[in-house]
């Protein structure tokens, strides 16, 4: 760090030495900017993306906050939304999110999505997999694949599809070392020398999967220049239809110059002087206009567990159904238009759960109500964010209904889906999942 930094090293020394940033990101798929008084928490707008923001706080119990149950909010560190910001999504594109667990960068892309398109986020590690279904459950996205595949296993099948590519690869977590003691004790210059030569060969696989004239994102939270910039450079000598573009952004400051062939310094670096933990991120172009057309997986209502299940979304909403309903083994599932007709790649899930094949009926998922807008629902509560009823609700309990309802009924906190229940009488019975209730 003292070669790399120069006279700045003994800034960066001060600031390691005091407490690591936190931050929060708005999901705007579920709130609205705008609103973030209403958090009722003690954030600073942060540059790293228009809705991320710091929280001045050492509570460690934002978990426990209604608005994470809601998945209003999502924990983040600052400098990590980086990336998105420069991957830049648009609404209507396929983006794939190669290394996505646990779900920070896939749920941005997803609120930049704006519920169009598709969001392909990928997870090599099955236990991490499953930690990104429920993140991506809890923030509402419609528009959601999930797949636990190696990187060449999506390479082969989804050659040429994607308008966007990110590799937020994985690393010798530089950057991660004054808020995880792991970090420190597992780093040595083997093993950031084998990151570098894992980040290439995910970078390789990313590479085939983005049509011509896609940009592909690589980023990391490590300094290391031998798995940032040496890495962007190996990558174009060996990938002559990639070009290196500017960042667009302002924040951080320009990658180290170490090429005579490349502008390194259109690369992004953020260390803790400038605002965060630390994060470096390359943009490229692929060049040419090539793209695969696959086809896509569609179909009608063939079955009577799929009519059921779309009759029980009417029950439930007001609007109509934002995909294709697909019965799956024993499951119904909303599956989003652009989703392509391929096998082999590990899909854990495809759009959002709708409910459970029962006896006669189909039973509904909180995943189904979590994808809700509160006006959409024909059934809701809307509970003050500190009232007894909802922390009740939040624990498992049953809570007071007024009258008039009857059946599944939606709990929000504010106008932000939480969860359901169902109505019966004076009583809502609670359907919040027993894995994601408050302690």
């Keep these: 760090m003292k070669r790399m930094l120069g006279e700045e090293y003994s800034e960066y020394e001060a600031c390691i030495r005091q407490p690591h940033f936190r931050g929060i990101r708005i999901n705007t798929l579920k709130f609205r900017i705008e609103d973030s008084e209403k958090l009722g928490l003690p954030i600073t707008i942060c540059p790293f993306s228009e809705s991320g923001f710091y929280l001045n706080s050492d509570d460690q119990s934002i978990g426990n906050s209604p608005w994470h149950h809601a998945g209003a909010i999502y924990s983040q560190e600052p400098?990590?939304?980086?990336?998105?910001?420069?991957?830049?999504?648009?609404?209507?594109?396929?983006?794939l999110d190669m290394c996505a667990a646990p779900?920070?960068?896939?749920?941005?892309?997803?609120?930049?999505?704006?519920?169009?398109?598709?969001?392909?986020?990928?997870?090599?590690v099955r236990k991490r997999a499953q930690i990104l279904i429920s993140n991506a459950e809890r923030m509402g996205i419609r528009n959601c694949v999930v797949s636990n595949a190696h990187p060449d296993r999506l390479a082969e099948n989804l050659g040429g599809f994607f308008d966007r590519v990110l590799v937020d690869a994985p690393c010798s977590g530089e950057g991660m070392f004054r808020r995880d003691r792991r970090a420190v004790e597992e780093w040595s210059p083997e093993h950031s020398a084998a990151c570098a030569a894992r980040q290439l060969a995910i970078l390789d696989s990313a590479a085939k999967c983005l049509r011509g004239g896609g940009i592909l994102v690589y980023s990391t939270c490590t300094f290391s220049v031998c798995e940032n910039e040496d890495v962007i450079s190996e990558f174009l000598d060996s990938h002559p239809d990639f070009i290196l573009e500017p960042s667009g952004v302002e924040f951080g400051r320009s990658g180290f110059d170490r090429s005579e062939k490349y502008d390194l310094t259109l690369t992004r670096r953020i260390f803790p002087m400038d605002g965060g933990e630390g994060h470096f991120a390359a943009k490229m172009r692929r060049i040419g206009d090539e793209f695969a057309d696959l086809p896509r997986l569609a179909g009608k209502r063939s079955c009577d567990e799929e009519k059921k299940a779309a009759a029980l979304f009417d029950e439930c909403f007001n609007i109509e159904p934002y995909g294709n309903i697909k019965l799956v083994g024993n499951s119904c599932y909303i599956i989003p238009d652009m989703v392509p007709d391929v096998k082999g790649v590990g899909i854990l899930r495809c759009g959002v759960l709708l409910?459970?094949?029962?006896?006669?009926?189909?039973?509904?998922?909180?995943?189904?109500?979590?994808?809700a807008g509160a006006n959409e629902c024909r059934a809701i509560v809307r509970l003050d964010p500190d009232s007894r009823e909802l922390t009740a609700f939040l624990h498992g309990e049953e809570i007071h209904a007024e009258s008039g309802l009857n059946g599944y009924t939606a709990i929000a906190c504010g106008d932000v889906v939480t969860g359901f229940g169902k109505c019966t009488g004076d009583r809502i019975k609670n359907r919040y999942p027993k894995g994601l209730r408050m302690l």
Aim: aromatic content about 6%.
């Design 79 to 95: 400098s990590a939304m980086s990336a998105v910001t420069i991957l830049d999504p648009k609404p209507g594109e396929k983006i």
């Design 355 to 371: 409910g459970d094949v029962m006896k006669n009926r189909i039973e509904p998922a909180h995943a189904l109500f979590m994808a």
């Design 103 to 124: 779900g920070g960068k896939s749920t941005q892309i997803a609120a930049k999505l704006d519920g169009k398109g598709l969001l392909w986020s990928n997870e090599y």
